[in-house]
C-alpha cells in the first residue's frame, strides 16, 4: 500500500492485522524534506523550542550549538523509562505506523531518514520494546515514544521472529542503519499521541468483532426460544431516530432472514382467545436481555463508529509541538501533543465495551437459569441432573470477568495528576486509558466465549441443528470444531480458550 497524504482507519488497520507492507509515496518524501530544510533555516538566530532549548520546565535554558545534537539524545535516553507488560506486538506497529503518518505530514521538521527506517520496521515486523506503563499523555506519549526513539537511534530493544532482542544485533542481521539525529528528530519522535492512539485503532478492530459476534449470539438465542420478530423489525425501530438501533435490527433481520424458528405475532397473539383464560401459554414478550438487543447494542455501535471518527482524525493530524508550516515560513508553539481526544475516546469505548459483556452475561444467565427460561435443563446440563454440572463451572468466570470490566470501566480521562514541576498541570490520561480499554475488551471476548458454547449446547439440546438460521448454523459448526457436544463432564479450560481465539479471529 503506498502512503501518500491521509490514511484511512480501514487501510490502517489492514496494514496492522494483516500484515500488508507500505511504501512511501514521493510527494510523501518531498514534503519531509520542504518542512526539514525550513526548519533547518529558519531555526538559525532564532530561539525556538526543543531545537536550542531544554525542554518543558527547562525550556527557560539556552542550549549552546555545539550541543544541540547531544540535546536530542539525552532526552530520548533519559525518557526512556517505562515499566510493566510490554505492549503486544500489532499495538507497537500501530503506533509506530500513527508516528510515520503524522510525521510524513511535513509539520515536524524531521529528516526522511526517520519516516524511511520507520516504513522499514513495520514491513519487517519489527517492533521496539514499549511498555505499558509511563505516559501521562500530555506532551504526547513522551515516555512510550522514547523507547521507539530509542530503537530509531540503534538502541534499546525489539521483538523479531517473536524473540527479545538488543536492536543493534537486529539491525546487523537485516542491514538496518539508525538514524542520525539532525535537528530535533528526538522531540519529534516523542510529542505525539501515536501510542495511544496506535492502541485505539486496535481497540475499535477488535470492539468491531465483538460487536458483531454479540449480535450474532443474540440472534441464536432469540432462535433458541422461538421468538416474535418484532422487536427487531423495520417499522418498530424506525419509530426511534438513533442510527445505532436501526443498523443493529437491521443486521438481526439479515441473520435471522432463513430461520425456521422466529415467529410472527400475528400468527400466535394476535388470534382469538377464550375468554376464561387467565394465563397466557404463549409469552408476550421476552426478557430484556432478547427483546431490546437493538437499543443496548445500538448505542455501542453508535460509539464505536464516533471513536473511530476521532482515532482517524488524529492519525491524520500533526500532534506534535512546535508545528512547522512551510506555507507560513513560521513555527508554531502550542499544544497538538495532549491526548484528551483519545483518552475520553477509550473511556467511552470501554464503557460500551462493558455493557456489551454485561448484555451476554445476562443473556447466558437466563439460558442457564431453568427457572427463567423454562426451556432448558439448570445450567444447560445435557447428562444427569445432580450428578453433571453442564456449563454451571463457566458461570463463575463469565461473572468474576463482568464484574471486573465494570470495575475497569470508571474513567481515566479525569484521573488528572500534574506532573513535570507543574508545567504539565493537566494532563490526558490517554495511553492509560487505551490499554484499560484493551483489557476490557479482551475480558468480553472471554466472556461471550462462555456464552457461545452454551448456545451451541442449547441447539444440541433441542435439535435444531436443521431450523436454525445458516448465520447460526456456521457459529454451531465452527465452534463444534473446537468442542465437542459433551454431557459428561470434562475439564473446560482449554476449550474457552480455544473458542476466545476463534472469536477474536473473526472476521467481520
Known amino acids: ?136 499523555g500530555a506532551s504526547g506519549d513522551l515516555v512510550q515514544l522514547a523507547h521507539l526513539a530509542l530503537v530509531l537511534i540503534g538502541e534499546g530493544e525489539v521483538f523479531y521472529k517473536d524473540e527479545r532482542r538488543s536492536t543493534k544485533e537486529v539491525f546487523e542481521t537485516e542491514g538496518l542503519h539508525p538514524i542520525n539525529v539532525e535537528i530535533r528528530e528526538g522531540l519529534a519522535l516523542m510529542n505525539g ?166 448484555l451476554a452475561e445476562r443473556q447466558l444467565n437466563y439460558l442457564l437459569n431453568a427457572k427463567i427460561n423454562e426451556i432448558f435443563p439448570p445450567f444447560v446440563n445435557l447428562g444427569k441432573l445432580g450428578f453433571n454440572f453442564g456449563m454451571q463451572g463457566v458461570q463463575f468466570t463469565a461473572t468474576s470477568t463482568t464484574a471486573e470490566s465494570q470495575m475497569l470501566s470508571n474513567p481515566m480521562y479525569v484521573h488528572s495528576i500534574p506532573n513535570n514541576n507543574d508545567n504539565q498541570d493537566i494532563v490526558s490520561m490517554g495511553t492509560n486509558a487505551a490499554v484499560i480499554c484493551r483489557k476490557v475488551i479482551e475480558n468480553a471476548f472471554e466472556v461471550l466465549a462462555i456464552e457461545a458454547i452454551t448456545i451451541v449446547q442449547a441447539v444440541e439440546y433441542l435439535g435444531f441443528q436443521d431450523k436454525i438460521s445458516s448465520s447460526t448454523k456456521e457459529l454451531y459448526t465452527e465452534i463444534r470444531k473446537i468442542i465437542p457436544a459433551f454431557s459428561e463432564d470434562m475439564v473446560m479450560y482449554p476449550y474457552l480458550e480455544g473458542v476466545k481465539q476463534y472469536l477474536k479471529n473473526y472476521k467481520y
Open 1 to 136: 500500500m503506498k502512503i501518500s497524504n491521509h490514511l484511512d482507519i480501514r487501510d490502517f488497520q489492514r496494514i496492522i492485522i494483516e500484515n500488508e507492507n507500505i511504501e512511501l509515496d514521493d510527494t510523501l518524501l518531498q514534503r519531509v524534506n520542504a518542512s526539514f530544510q525550513f526548519l533547518k533555516e529558519f531555526s538559525k538566530n532564532k530561539v525556538i523550542y526543543g531545537v536550542n532549548t531544554g525542554f518543558g520546565p527547562m525550556a527557560q535554558f539556552k542550549i549552546n550549538d555545539q550541543d544541540t545534537h547531544q540535546l536530542q539524545y539525552n532526552l530520548i535516553r533519559s525518557h526512556s523509562s517505562g515499566i510493566g507488560n510490554p505492549l503486544p506486538a500489532d499495538e507497537v506497529k500501530a503506533c509506530m505506523l500513527a508516528r510515520l503518518n503524522t510525521l510524513s505530514l511535513g509539520r515536524s521538521g524531521v529528516h526522511d531518514s526517520v519516516v524511511n527506517l520507520l516504513k522499514e520496521l513495520i514491513n519487517r515486523n519489527i517492533t521496539p520494546l514499549i511498555f505499558e506503563h509511563g505516559g501521562v
Open 193 to 358: 499521541t501515536s501510542v495511544m492512539s496506535g492502541i485505539g485503532i486496535v481497540n475499535s478492530y477488535k470492539a468491531n468483532q465483538l460487536t458483531e459476534i454479540s449480535i450474532k449470539l443474540s440472534c441464536a438465542i432469540n432462535e433458541l426460544v422461538q421468538a416474535y420478530d418484532d422487536h427487531f423489525s423495520e417499522s418498530l425501530n424506525a419509530t426511534k431516530k438513533h442510527l445505532g438501533q436501526q443498523k443493529v435490527a437491521e443486521k438481526m433481520r439479515s441473520y435471522l432472514s432463513d430461520s425456521k424458528l422466529i415467529r410472527k405475532r400475528e400468527d400466535h397473539l394476535y388470534t382469538s382467545f377464550a375468554e376464561q383464560d387467565k394465563v397466557f401459554k404463549e409469552k408476550v414478550q421476552e426478557y430484556y436481555s432478547l427483546r431490546c438487543v437493538p437499543q443496548i447494542l445500538g448505542p455501542v455501535l453508535d460509539t464505536l463508529e464516533y471513536t473511530e471518527e476521532v482515532l482517524e482524525n488524529e492519525i491524520n493530524s500533526a500532534n506534535d509541538n512546535p508545528i512547522i508550516n512551510v506555507e507560513d515560513q513560521h513555527v508554531y508553539h502550542g499544544g497538538n501533543f495532549h491526548g484528551d481526544y483519545i483518552s475520553l475516546e477509550m473511556d467511552k469505548l470501554k464503557i460500551v465495551v462493558t455493557k456489551l459483556t454485561m
